[in-house]
């Protein structure tokens, strides 16, 4: 098991696409940690959500924020998920700094046995 780390490097000109380092899929493995960073001059000021699209547990636990540093998150990839291969959506919501507005985003996850 190991831990994957996805930084938000930016939103796009339409203002609610988030750019992510990993070109947003992220290939990972049941029971892998990943770590949500956001880089300071992303443009965003907090991640307010990280959640499961669909009716496929991806996460267990779900992400929560971290303690230190307090501008990222994690959470683990459900060691039980079932069938792999799998590819699932899911949603970060955040806040982009100076706009009082949450937006949604939705990334992939490619799941690997």
């Known amino acids: 098991m190991k831990t994957v780390t996805i930084t938000i490097l930016g939103i796009d000109a339409?203002?609610?696409?988030?750019?992510l380092s990993n070109d947003?899929?992220?290939?990972?493995?049941?029971?892998?940690?990943?770590?949500?960073?956001?880089?300071?001059?992303?443009?965003v000021a907090a991640i307010t959500a990280?959640?499961?699209?669909?009716?496929?547990n991806i996460f267990k636990p779900n992400p929560a924020k971290d303690?230190?540093?307090?501008?990222s998150w994690s959470g683990t990839v459900n060691p039980k998920?079932?069938?792999?291969?799998c590819t699932e959506a899911y949603t970060i919501k955040f806040t982009p700094k100076g706009i009082n507005e949450e937006y949604s985003f939705d990334p992939k996850i490619q799941v690997d046995s």
């Open 67 to 71: 303690k230190d540093p307090k501008s």
């Open 81 to 85: 998920l079932a069938p792999l291969p």
């Open 50 to 56: 990280i959640k499961d699209n669909v009716n496929v």
């Open 24 to 43: 947003d899929v992220t290939g990972v493995h049941p029971g892998d940690t990943i770590q949500w960073i956001i880089d300071p001059g992303s443009g």
């Open 14 to 19: 339409d203002g609610k696409t988030l750019k």
